[in-house]
């Protein structure tokens, strides 16, 4: 860890990054840092940069991160990525892994913990919490499709969901009423295990599921 590295930090919120940057380079020493708040750009700063080490979000929002990391690791097969993301662990978490990711840390861990993960990253060792490793060893994560769940109304509103269609503009479209599509919604993102918009694209993604 004496070398200096140079990280690619990507994510959208300027507090996260500058806090986090203020927080390793305290702990392990200054790097040099690039800075990004979109996917779409990761590729073209991996390629321009001597890029040691990437921190990525999952949820940002220009594009789908899990198809960056699979190219990502075409590009660079053995650079270190950590995700460090609000998304769930239960959902992504193995997936993330199978992808070839080096670490999976939630933005809500202590900072004990998260300097642990860091510790663990930057030591050239992969970081996974207990409980995502119990998950995986144990296989007692969900394989099955949750969208086979979703009736066939929630479908459609996915769909719409899918395609950038707000709840008032289903509402027209539907002709129903704005409680009832946000009911649906509700729905949608309960039987998924998802709370935004992007989450829901990368677990259709994750299912193969294309809106029609």
């Known amino acids: ?11 959208d919120h300027v507090i996260i990054r500058r806090g986090l940057k203020v927080l390793l380079d305290n702990y ?9 708040e979109t996917a779409k750009s990761i590729i073209d700063l991996i390629n321009t940069n001597n890029l040691s080490h990437l921190i990525l979000d999952m949820q940002l929002q220009d594009a789908n991160i899990l198809e960056v990391i699979a190219a990502v690791r075409t590009l660079r097969p053995k650079i270190p990525i950590l995700i460090y993301t609000m998304s769930s662990e239960e959902l992504f978490g193995p997936r993330m892994m199978n992808l070839g990711v080096n670490g999976y840390l939630s933005k809500q861990s202590s900072e004990e913990e998260v300097l642990k993960a860091f510790h663990m990253f930057f030591s050239g060792r992969n970081y996974f ?8 060893n144990n296989k007692t994560y969900n394989t099955k499709n ?17 395609k950038g269609n707000s709840v008032k503009e ?15 919604k509700g729905r949608i993102f ?7 918009i992007i989450d829901l694209r990368n677990i259709t993604d994750i299912y193969n599921f294309k809106s029609s």
């Open 146 to 162: 949750p969208i086979n769940t979703l009736s066939e109304r929630e479908l459609t509103v996915l769909n719409y969901l899918l």
């Open 28 to 36: 392990f020493g200054k790097s040099d840092w690039v800075e990004t």
């Open 129 to 136: 919490s207990e409980n995502l490793l119990e998950m995986v």
């Open 170 to 184: 289903i509402t027209e479209i539907l002709d129903l009423k704005t409680s009832t599509v946000a009911t649906y």
């Open 1 to 11: 860890m004496n070398s200096k590295k140079q990280i690619l930090l990507a994510d």
């Open 190 to 196: 309960d039987k998924l295990g998802v709370n935004n």
